[in-house]
């Protein structure tokens, strides 16, 4: 659960590359220890370069970031990535190791730990993430999802105190979307803040309590999950689609079926269906 401490702390910062492009334009932003937080907007929004100043990948032309309430200004990537782990859309920009088990060796590289701890680490993590049998295959041989669970692992054995996922679930099966799932509630029992950039609207709008919208390189909303992601005019402007429990829910409104503005999430309709059914059936 979070705190009322925030652990980032965004403040007026812009950022301009170097063809010009505006990619950031006055975001100010608090993101509390323990949250689960969802960053959404169309593709060019801001949203990749946003989560990229917190590890240094780009450096603000105007503002501050803080975390744990020191600027990260003058810190290293290096000493930043020990705190904020940020796992890409493509696995194979962080992926550079001949093998499974070296890419987990490589990442532990820059802690102080003896070789029996390194191993102990490399070992746990591979079978958290069922990539044993992997072990000395090369990450290029690895199919989509298994070179994903790989960037993710690679991350995580460094037990980084937050966590940035850009498109987790973009072109993952439904088995591998649900040990994401169950993955980010793990570490979020274990105090990690997440933050999870996605086009998966449903994704969101189940998992995700809170999110962030964003539209050329501003925030337009930021609030409850449910609320923001059944603004119609919010979803227009970031040309997102309706979550498909909104979309049936006005489907019942418009067939007159009565009180459906409480039909919040899957089970709520679930029940709401079987309820009405079975009333039907019992004036019948």
Not at 25 to 38: D, M, P, S, T, Y
Not at 171 to 178: C, M, P, T
Not at 218 to 231: H, R, S, V
Request: proline share 4%; net charge positive; charged share 25%.
């Amino acid at each position: 659960m979070a705190t009322e401490i925030p652990i980032i702390m965004i403040r007026e910062i812009a950022y301009t590359y170097p063809n010009g492009t505006e990619a950031l334009k006055n975001i100010n932003l608090n993101i509390f220890k323990g949250e689960l937080v969802a960053i959404m907007g169309k593709n060019g929004a801001g949203k990749t370069s946003l989560i990229r100043t917190l590890n240094g990948l780009i450096i603000p032309t105007q503002g501050n970031i803080y975390i744990d309430n020191e600027s990260i200004s003058s810190k290293s990537i290096a000493t930043l990535s020990k705190k904020v782990g940020i796992i890409f859309q493509n696995p194979f920009h962080q992926l550079f190791s001949n093998s499974v088990e070296e890419e987990i060796k490589f990442s532990l590289k820059s802690f102080v730990l003896d070789k029996e701890e390194i191993q102990i680490r490399i070992n746990k993590i591979l079978h958290e993430f069922n990539l044993e049998k992997y072990r000395k295959r090369s990450p290029l041989n690895l199919s989509g999802g298994e070179s994903k669970k790989l960037a993710i692992a690679s991350i995580i054995c460094r037990d980084p105190e937050i966590l940035v996922f850009d498109e987790p679930t973009l072109g993952q099966d439904a088995k591998e979307i649900e040990f994401f799932i169950n993955l980010i509630k793990n570490e979020r029992k274990r105090g990690k803040t997440i933050i999870i950039i996605t086009h998966n609207i449903e994704f969101a709008y189940e998992y995700l309590p809170r999110t962030i919208l964003m539209t050329d390189g501003q925030i337009i909303a930021d609030g409850p999950t449910k609320e923001i992601l059944n603004n119609e005019i919010l979803i227009q402007q970031t040309s997102l689609i309706l979550p498909q429990i909104w979309q049936f829910r006005s489907a019942l409104k418009e067939n007159n079926f009565p009180k459906t503005g409480d039909i919040l999430s899957k089970n709520a309709l679930i029940s709401y269906i079987r309820n009405y059914l079975k009333n039907k059936s019992l004036k019948i």
